[in-house]
């Protein structure tokens, strides 16, 4: 008989929270998933574990046993996976840094040459994520340290607070909205908008304009994983995206970036287990705060910007 790590992590949590709909927000995937994945793990045990009905879910007696051993097990688990990789990290001095398009933008250079000044023997592995996993890798804990941008669904994560970035949308040349100067997120609620790849609640809500539309949903037509994908449906399609003001350092042909004056700017932020005892990710996380606070010419660029700036600075040293 072979079980799967992941059905077994599933099974958890529903049994801790009796509930698929909470268990599915959770785990960030779908509920019929979910299910199909709990009935497989019962196959494959041959015992009923779950008594579900359309009220309520609960642990049969082999359930509830099942449950004490396989949280037993899955800490133990995960403790030796993390055992590995400390003892991986002190033996290569290493740092996994994650992070999504853009990173810390023009933050990312100077955090990142603070951190080799301190430590010039050790690795910065760069591992780039896309929307469908805006955790940039802490969700899985892929990464030691990430640049994230919130707000986002994660547990157990710590945050520094880098600098906040205003919002654009992004519309076709010839859209009704080009000819203006700015737009309010009003302008933009009934529009037919590009969505992110992401099952991340929190995410979607934010870049949707979730606490604008008065518990109408959005109008999304299709879900993208790059800003470079958001530019291409602009162009060629009928829909708007809202990004960062970042993105008018990118020229893309039939597309033009609109201020979105009364939205509520997007954090970046580094971001790291709560449970981390690496010194690696505490010296970056301080190298990260020395640059923030040591440049506010660069933060007041970044959280005021020129909307006529179209020079793209150096974001990403490879």
Excluded: C
């Amino acid at each position: 008989m072979e079980l799967q790590t992941r059905q077994l992590r599933y099974f958890v949590a529903v049994a801790e929270e009796l509930s698929f709909t909470r268990a599915a927000q959770k785990l960030h995937i779908a509920q019929q998933a979910l299910s199909a994945q709990i009935k497989q793990l019962e196959q494959s045990l041959g015992v009923t574990l779950l008594v579900r009905t359309t009220r309520s879910v609960t642990l049969t007696a082999a359930g509830a046993v099942f449950l004490d051993d396989t949280s037993t097990l899955l800490a133990a688990l995960d403790d030796a996976a993390e055992r590995a990789r400390a003892t991986h990290r002190s033996e290569n001095e290493r740092l996994v840094l994650g992070f999504l398009e853009g990173a810390a933008l023009t933050l990312t250079e100077p955090i990142m040459s603070a951190f080799r000044d301190r430590h010039p023997g050790v690795t910065i592995e760069m591992r780039q994520f896309n929307y469908d996993d805006p955790s940039a890798g802490l969700n899985d804990r892929s990464v030691d340290v990430a640049f994230v941008r919130r707000p986002l669904t994660t547990d157990g994560v710590d945050f520094e607070h880098l600098f906040t970035e205003p919002l654009v949308a992004l519309v076709r040349t010839d859209h009704p909205l080009a000819d203006r100067a700015s737009v309010d997120v009003a302008d933009l609620i009934d529009e037919l908008m590009y969505g992110a790849v992401t099952t991340d609640p929190a995410w979607n809500a934010f870049w949707e304009f979730e606490a604008h539309r008065g518990g109408k949903p959005g109008r999304i037509i299709s879900h993208s994983k790059t800003l470079l994908e958001e530019y291409q449906k602009v162009a060629a399609g009928v829909g708007i995206v809202a990004t960062v003001a970042a993105a008018r350092w990118v020229s893309y042909p039939g597309v033009k970036t609109l201020p979105i004056a009364d939205a509520d700017p997007s954090e970046v932020a580094l971001a790291w287990p709560r449970d981390t005892d690496s010194a690696l990710v505490r010296s970056f996380i301080d190298a990260a705060i020395r640059v923030r606070d040591g440049r506010p010419d660069l933060v007041k660029r970044l959280e005021e910007p020129d909307p006529d700036e179209r020079t793209m600075p150096t974001l990403i040293p490879y």
